[in-house]
């Protein structure tokens, strides 16, 4: 099992900037995918931006150029580095590992960490 704890949340004014962290412990091997997802009240779950084990990133249009991820394999921690925040980023912030086994995706998620976004 994984476990995953998101930080860094919080309340912001628009333009401003968070970093998110997601601490993982437990049996981080061979995990191929990290990704920060957001959920905003009553909308679905959507991709805010992915890094593989080889380091590649991947945003959506909507937060490119605004949002960066990184990892430190020491602290066996992912970030999110948001910049340039809007009201419309305000969200429950998830952080999601996959390993990828035999053919089958194994997905670990975090409880998330609220961001809200003032105008």
């Known amino acids: 099992q994984v476990q995953l704890v998101e930080s860094g949340g919080g309340l912001v004014q628009a333009g401003g900037s968070l970093r998110l962290s997601c601490a993982a412990s437990?049996?981080?091997?061979?995990?191929?995918?990290m990704g920060w997802y957001r959920q905003a009240p009553g909308e679905q779950r959507e991709l805010v931006g992915t890094i593989t084990s080889g380091g590649s990133t991947n945003y959506p249009d909507s937060v490119k150029g605004r949002f960066t991820i990184s990892r430190d394999n020491a602290k066996n921690t992912v970030y999110l580095q948001m910049n340039s925040l809007k009201p419309e980023d305000t969200a429950v912030y998830y952080c999601?590992?996959?390993?990828?086994?035999?053919?089958?995706?194994?997905?670990?998620w975090g409880r998330g960490t609220q961001v809200t976004v003032s105008s």
């Open positions: 437990g049996s981080i091997f061979n995990i191929n995918l």
């Open positions: 999601k590992f996959t390993r990828r086994a035999l053919g089958v995706n194994y997905d670990y």
